[in-house]
Every structure is written in C-alpha cells, then in structure tokens.
C-alpha cells in the first residue's frame, strides 16, 4: 500500500477569474431580489397605512352621529360621494370637517358619504391605493353602524 504525499503548496494556484466573476454574478442576483422585496414591503406597508386611516376617519364620522342620533335618523347626515355638504347644522359641520381630514390624510382625491335610515348609518369611505400592491386605484372601505 501506498502512501499519497499531501499537495504541495507549488501546485495550488488560488481561485480563477472566473470563479470570481460567478461569485460576484450570484451575490448580484440575490442583492438585487432583496432590493425588490424591500420595495413591495415599502408599498405594502403605505398601502396597510391608509387602510387604517381609513378606518380610524370613518370612526370619527360615526362618533358624530352616536352624538346626534335624532338628525341622523332623520337623514340629517346623508351625504353622496360625489356631494358638498351644505348649511350650518351640526351634521353639515361634522361632514366638512370630515371630508377635510379625509382629503389631509388620504389625499385630494379622497371621498366619503353617509347613509342613514331610521336603524343604521352605512359609512363610505374611498380612496386611491394605485401605489398598492395590486395597483388597483379605487379603494374603499365601509362600515355600519346600528343606531
């Protein structure tokens, strides 16, 4: 039996070019996979973010109404979408300060409307989403509330 001599440190050369060129090619497939994951994260989060402003702006029309249920049992805070709220009562008030915050925090584009009958208040709240993640541009959220 015969004993191999380990290899001398003659015969080692160290890594080729092109080793290095393929190392350098698969780091750069991979940094720039997670540049992508970061910004779908980032888009995803801007979206999560106006979804709860949403919610938290249709809470506080409906707090408007826990506060005055006899005007909006009488139809005193219905408003469409594509509506002004007008007069100086208490529910016109509520609607336009509404809709201001709505366009502050959602942007300008931002609407909402109410619809109330003598049981329940229905409350609409729409916005653009297009920098989401499914691009879709209409989003909206509605909520009901039981008088």
Known sequence: ??????????????????????????????????AGLQLTSLRNNQSAMERSVGIVQSY??????????????????????????SGNTFPANALTSWRQQLRANLGSDAVGAVSCNTTR??????????R?????????????VHL
Do not use: H, Y
Not at 4 to 26: D, F, Y
Not at 60 to 85: C, H, M, Q, T, V
Not at 121 to 130: A, G, M, Y
């Open 60 to 85: 506080s029309i409906i707090e408007a109404i826990r506060a005055d249920p006899d005007s909006a049992k009488a139809n005193g805070f219905n408003i469409a979408l594509d509506a002004d709220p």
């Open 1 to 34: 039996m015969r004993i191999q001599r380990p290899v001398s440190c003659n015969q080692q050369r160290g890594i080729t070019l092109i080793e290095v060129l393929i190392t350098v090619l698969v780091l750069s497939v991979g940094l720039l996979g997670l």
């Open 121 to 130: 208040c229905t409350v609409t709240v729409q916005w653009d989403d297009s």
């Open 132 to 144: 989401g993640i499914d691009g879709n541009a209409a989003q909206q959220i509605v909520t009901e």
